[in-house]
């Protein structure tokens, strides 16, 4: 699950030496008067180590100052200084996180992936856990080089690195994923079925799926498209089947989500200088922009804090949202197709090749330093109204609404739904042989994921019964529960009220089983379940 990382045969750039850090500051305009100072990028890694000594001796060739650089093992493995050939992808990201934001702290976060895709995914998980409850270092921004085609992942897992990520990203951690580099073929294994994955972790709606160009030192920039085997790979892309297209990407005639969202250098034939056991080499691969990116967010935030902002949340909608302020470069030249897989041509606009492009760094950075995250809601949410001032819990809300996946129906006749709905009246709680419930109405009921049913099966309105306090139900009350206010939720629909009907409920439908392991419910920004 790798990324394989791309060694380039042959680059012209520096002479073969591949891109220095102050070209790629030049080329990108990543503004010199931010470092990263006050800012923690977290890079996740799940092979062996890095080698403290190849990147001294990268930044000091390069005139940068050395970054302080912390390891921290998520499951007690140790890092091995870089003496495993599965330690470039490590070495990679620390060095070209350093070059963007050399004042940063930079924490890897050390797990291992095991052999498997499912061990894979457990250390991710185990990972992401880790860093949602680190006080100690607390990051801004992570930086995540692994992945594969969607389907050699299970989708209970995908959905559960997902809620994670919405979390972090709710708490002001940006979330960047490299967009891999098999095209729309998507898979490491070229034998696998010939037909467009899109590649995960970067599908998840609220992280940053980071693409590749092929860039050229007078700056003509194109989708990193493959060519044969001296360039390797192509950028990855596509739609999701695994994430629904989420509101920021409501303009698109596709049902998933799509990616990749931005662009940064990646041709390993238009590649990056790094040290690797001492040894000079140019790498490439969406491994390699993405935590160029993860660097240049870091500067955003730095920036942020100048202004006296918190950290940029959301930022996977505001590329969107706020695109015509974001001086992307826009990538019109290439295609991802790679192993026989027709991919997607990069086109005026954004493209499922390379996003909206490349950045201006400076002008990026300047656009969203301004975007105050409390109530940069856009008009278009999930929801489509009361967009202004939504709290950031409700923003995180609608990034984990965006799944398609819902545990399959207790029952035949009662279909499993998600929905986001308006709060109509709130009965009092009823209390019957000590089971406690909330009872309450809803209104203007909002469809976001269904099973064993379709969306017009759902009528607008429902009675809502969420028990709690036992260990059947929620481990206690939901506090406030006040008409007017949304809620999401997710648990089983019975489209006949014969469940509830002595509780003031005038004959609606009912919404139930909203506790664990099938439900839960997203009020004022919390998540219980
Ligand atoms: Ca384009």
Redesign the pocket.
Known sequence: MKRKILFATETDVNQGQGYFPQDIRRLYNIPSNLTGTGQTIGILEFSNGYSMNDARQFWTEHNIGIPNVFFVSVDGTQNDNGRSADDEEASLDLQWAGAVAPQAKLVVYEATAGATFATFADALIATLKYILNDTKFQPSVLSISYGDAESSFDQNALVEISDLIAQLDAKGVTVCISSGDQGAYGMHDPRGLPVRHADAPASIPAAVAVGGTSLQPDGTETAWTYLGPQNGGATGGGFSDVFAKPTYQQSSQESGRGLPDVSLNADPATGYQIIFQGQRAVVGGTSVSCPVFAGIVALLNERREQLGKGPIRNLSRLLYTNASELSYK???VGNNTFNGVKGFP??????A?????AIDAAKFIEALAQVDVQSAAPSNTESGAQAKGEPVGAMMRSQTSSMTTLPAPRSPDHPMVRVLAMIQQVEQDADVKGVHHHHFLIRDIHVLAIRGATANDIKSYAFVAIRYGDSEGLPGPIPNLTAGQEIELQGEYIPINDVYPSVGNPGDPVIHFTHHPDGYVIYQGKKYE
């Open positions: 826009d990538i019109t990069a086109v005026t606009g954004w493209d090749c390379t996003g909206f492009g």
